[in-house]
């Protein structure tokens, strides 16, 4: 005996210490069969005395989706006045403990409900399998979309029916089958016979030849749905008495199970509108509800198939009483603003919305005038409204820039103009931060991925920031980029929307922009192939068609040099002489960008082929290209064949390490020199590099490594001050 109750679950149980064995009677099949703990639970005897359990049943339960496999299986066990419904199938669960009121006998359990039989009386309780097999088959269940009651919901008492000497119960479909037994003797005839036997003498009793009346009843079960019909007409009583009780919310979520209980079995039109109608009761009970469970209202109120204009109907205040709104009405409307659906309200329905949080929670009514679904609203009304808001509340960014929205919606151009002046254009990015939807509607934010562009489309105050504010613009859809509010081909398309032109300038400046701030590997290198793609297109505009666009960026190859890592230091200009080009920023930008550090030059191989190496400038991309793909050796005797001026200035540019210098500058570049000047006829240009390159020599070798460089043609005495130079460096050092 145990003094308290004990529950030990799945690999626990073992713990009790009860041994079981397998009896084999012989009539077993070859397989060999094992067992496991499932369950183990103690009742404290001063609760129920030497109780022991009179019904045990391990319940499958099989669903339209699942005929062979079951959903869920569970186990029921009933001592006289306690029974207990756990869950088997994903864990070993509690759901339900039934607390009887009086001694039962026997307990059966269905999929709608438990029967049980005391001496005199048939009852029956609620179950709650409908609710675990509901979760199991449908794991999203619980989400915004759609709610089921609780398992774990209380149970009640349905139904109690009377009848004589119950002995025993099973249930068979939709049927109910009884045993009785009835004594045929009376109450009078014991006590007549006790009062005769005074007056007589006793004889020897004569044993009974009629015994017990035995009583089969086969009683039909009430349909589920009938049942859900008194449920739903007993709940009206509540509706017009206490509209808020918990009683009715518990009555409805007992009609929903049985409707749910039904429809696991066979769906049918009839049970998915009830239980439809049934979702818009619990959705009008939450949305009354307190905060704990006021979220649910959304989830019945989607599954009734309510439009909005109905729900709100639903929830309007009465005439008579306080004008004030559930807790759970309002999450419902602003999960709904949320949403970004395409249909928007029509304009009473928009401007009832409007009102409602401009009387219940007017700080969000920045966020609500921001949703598609809103865009029908009056907008000289809206404008009102937001006026009486920021002299009650004061200024905010995202307050002015509404404003400055409505007054462009009204053609108020210099209300639009006085609006956005008020804030500087950080503060402006800021609130557009705060609140995307001023910008944007669609595509739901979230980090790279996700998402499709055509979702996404701009709103009209961003169509109207591309024609006269453009930095801010850009400045804002990075922010938003940065903040994980707009993936980048949604912006993308933002952009190909509001700017309409050919090249779309904006778009390659948002580009630029992005480079500048992202920190996301993958994010910079699309955005660096995208832009070198761009500089390329340009400069082939520019040699292949007559009168070529300028190009007005926001921010010039200067700025883009000095102010973006990504961009590397320029060359100096004088090494390489092209002529006249009419897109010069973009070879600077494009120069930059291979002398840069992130660029992936292999990716725009390619695209580079469709520069000619013939102008100088051409020859010197190509060659920028070669030179970060490190053929180092090829590139220093290209350029000194085309234009060996500049062979110092890229020597000191690009071969900078210890390595380059060694291999290339006196293995390579100082050879070649000597060779190319003695062979020139006009060789000054080459003797000056040359000089220069022996400088370098002087101060990077020993004087030994020094003599082992001078070639042995006779010219030695050239190449003396330098060896002089080297070794007084090396006796200094």
């Known amino acids: 005996a145990f003094k308290q109750h004990q529950e030990l679950l799945e690999s626990k149980a073992k713990d009790c210490d009860i041994v079981v064995t397998m009896e084999k009677t012989g009539l077993e099949d070859q397989a060999q069969y094992q067992f496991s703990y499932i369950l183990f639970r103690s009742v404290c005897v001063l609760s129920f005395g030497r109780s022991i359990i009179h019904s045990l049943q391990l319940y499958p339960l ?29 864990g070993v669960e509690l759901l339900s403990a039934y607390q009887y009121p009086e001694k039962v006998l026997q307990a059966v359990m269905s999929d709608h409900l438990l029967h049980v ?13 409908s609710a675990v097999a509901a979760r199991m088959e449908d794991p999203y269940i619980d989400t915004t979309m759609k709610a089921c009651p609780p398992s774990t919901l209380e149970v009640c008492a349905l139904r109690i029916q009377l009848f004589i000497g119950l002995r025993s119960v099973c249930v068979y479909n939709q049927r109910v089958i009884l045993l009785s037994a009835a004594d045929t003797e009376t109450q009078q005839e ?53 509209p808020q009780s918990h009683s009715l919310r518990h009555l409805l979520s007992e009609a929903h199970l049985l409707l749910r209980a039904c429809l696991l079995q066979t769906p049918e039109e009839e049970l998915e509108e009830a239980l439809r109608q049934n979702s818009a009761q619990l959705g009008d009970c939450f949305s009354r509800a307190s905060q704990k469970d006021c979220h649910l209202a959304l989830p019945y109120y989607k599954m009734s198939g309510l439009t909005v204009a109905e729900v709100i109907s639903r929830n309007r205040p009465p005439p008579e009483g306080p004008s004030s709104y559930g807790m759970g009405f309002l999450f419902y409307l602003k999960l709904h603003l949320l949403e970004e659906t395409d249909i928007p309200s029509l304009q009473e329905e928009a401007d009832e919305i409007i009102y409602i949080f401009s009387q219940s929670e007017p700080f969000l009514l920045v966020s ?111 922010a938003l980029h940065e903040n994980c509010k707009v993936q980048l081909e949604q912006a993308d398309f933002v952009f190909k929307v509001c700017v309409l032109d050919r090249e779309n300038t904006l778009l390659v400046d948002f580009w630029e922009a992005m480079l500048m701030a992202s920190s996301q590997d993958a994010v910079i290198q699309e955005l660096l192939f995208r832009v070198a793609s761009v500089y390329i297109d340009r400069l082939t505009n520019s040699i292949n068609g007559s009168g070529a666009p300028q190009y007005k960026s926001l921010k010039g190859a200067d700025d883009l040099i000095t102010s973006c890592s990504h961009y590397g230091a320029l060359i100096p200009k004088y090494i390489f002489v092209w002529v006249f080009i009419s897109s010069i920023s973009s070879y600077l930008c494009l120069q930059s960008l291979l002398c840069g550090p992130s660029l992936s030059v292999g990716s725009i191989v390619p695209l580079l082929e469709r520069l000619s190496e013939e102008t100088l400038w051409g020859f010197s991309l190509h060659l920028l290209c070669a030179t970060r793909r490190g053929q180092y050796e090829s590139s220093i005797e290209q350029l000194l064949d085309r234009c060996p001026q500049a062979i110092i200035a890229y020597a000191n540019h690009q071969l900078q390490d210890k390595y380059m210098v060694c291999t290339l500058w006196w293995q390579k570049l100082l050879p070649e020199l000597c060779k190319r000047t003695r062979a020139a006829a006009d060789n000054g240009i080459l003797l000056g590099a040359l000089k220069e390159t022996l400088v370098v020599v002087a101060m990077e070798t020993s004087p030994t490594e020094f003599l082992e460089l001078i070639p042995d043609d006779g010219t030695a005495s050239y190449f003396l001050p330098h060896l002089l130079t080297c070794s007084q460096r090396h006796l200094m050092a």
Not at 70 to 89: D, M, N, R
Not at 117 to 125: G, P, W
Not at 212 to 234: A, I, S
Not at 388 to 404: F, H, K, N, Q
Request: charged content about 15%; proline content about 5%.
């Open 62 to 90: 099989f669903t339209s989706k699942s005929l062979e496999d079951p959903t869920s299986v569970f186990c029921f066990f009933s001592l006289p006045t306690a029974g207990y419904l756990y869950s088997l199938k994903g």
């Open 117 to 129: 039989i005391t001496k005199n009386a048939l009852q029956c309780f609620t179950v709650r399998c």
């Open 190 to 242: 014991p006590e007549r016979r006790g009062l005769s036997r005074k007056w007589t003498i006793s004889s020897p009793k004569e044993t009974s030849t009629v015994g017990h009346g035995w009583n089969l009843y086969v009683v039909d079960t009430v349909h589920p749905f009938t049942l859900y019909q008194e449920m739903v007409e007993y709940s009206s009583r509540y509706v017009q008495t206490t």
């Open 368 to 478: 609500v005038c921001a949703s598609p679904c809103m865009i029908n609203c009056s907008a000289t009304r809206t404008l009102q409204i937001l006026q009486r808001l920021e002299d009650t509340a004061g200024v905010s960014v995202p307050l002015t820039i509404i404003m400055a929205a409505m007054a462009l919606r009204l053609g108020k151009l210099q209300d639009y103009t006085e609006l956005m002046e008020r804030h500087a254009e950080m503060q402006l990015v800021y609130g557009f931060i705060e609140e995307p939807r001023l910008l944007l509607h669609g595509g739901g934010g979230g980090g790279e991925g996700g998402g499709q562009h055509s979702q996404v489309h701009p709103t009209s105050l961003a169509r109207q920031l591309a024609n006269t504010q453009p930095g801010l613009l850009v400045a804002a859809m990075v």
